[in-house]
């Protein structure tokens, strides 16, 4: 069964800092993988996205992501961090197969000091 | 404006007391989902929908119903709620039936069981 380990549960950066929030997938194919970003009494809203091809994925707001298949990882960074990037980030592995879910890790809370 | 709307957006409820969360998407998305949000474990999928009549059980089916009669409408139905239904949930769609699509979410519905 495909799985998502978002290690850190809450990180703190100084805005202008750089940032990098760490997943880690299990899954036994090629796999489909997102970041989500939630921000205070919002839903969820799509980031970036890889399937194939090229491993360092560009998304919205100036983050980008690198695929990584021998470290089974897909790190969202982004090089400087503004106050309005505080918010819950989610990375999901997607599956194709069966019934077809988005399996979510358990999330990561940026805050931002000014 | 394409967007996923859920009602109610808040709502607390006793023990037993049948309620219907209500899901509407206008952007003709074939696939719409349920999850639900609970500290530390992320977003876990409830039930879904691949097409009008067409569900199935996501990882945390229990205690909820789900019924897809129309193509923009995907109400989750909790017959009989117990506190452990207590939950922030989220219903989202997707224009693709292979999982290369961006799942749209709607702002979630904070539900509390007395």
């Known amino acids: 069964a495909q799985s998502v380990t978002q290690p850190d549960i809450h990180i703190t950066v100084s805005e202008g800092a750089s940032l990098e929030l760490r997943c880690n997938y299990s899954?036994?194919?090629?796999?489909?993988l997102f970041w989500y970003v939630q921000s205070p009494g919002q839903g969820l809203q799509l980031l970036l996205k890889y399937f194939s091809g090229d491993t360092l994925v560009q998304g919205i707001k100036g983050f980008e992501a690198e695929f990584k298949r021998s470290q089974s990882s897909f790190n969202l960074r982004k090089p400087s961090v503004h106050w309005s990037d505080a918010a819950e980030y989610f990375c999901a592995v997607g599956s194709d197969t069966g019934r077809r879910a988005l399996t979510f890790g358990s999330g990561t809370r940026l805050q931002v000091q000014p | 404006e394409a967007q996923v709307t859920q009602n109610p957006r808040y709502l607390i409820t006793v023990t037993g007391k049948k309620l219907t969360v209500t899901c509407s998407q206008n952007m003709n998305h074939e696939y719409m989902s349920w999850y639900r949000q609970d500290p530390g474990l992320g977003l876990r999928q409830i039930y879904y929908?691949?097409?009008?009549?067409?569900?199935d059980k996501g990882d945390v089916p229990e205690g909820y119903k789900v019924s897809r009669k129309e193509k923009r409408n995907f109400p989750l139905i909790l017959e009989s709620p117990s506190p452990n239904q207590t939950s922030l949930y989220f219903c989202?769609?997707?224009?693709?039936?292979?999982?290369?699509?961006?799942?749209?979410f709607g702002e979630g519905s904070r539900l509390t069981v007395l």
């Open positions: 989202a769609s997707s224009a693709q039936l292979a999982f290369t699509g961006e799942l749209f």
């Open positions: 899954y036994g194919a090629t796999p489909y």
């Open positions: 929908s691949m097409n009008v009549e067409v569900t």
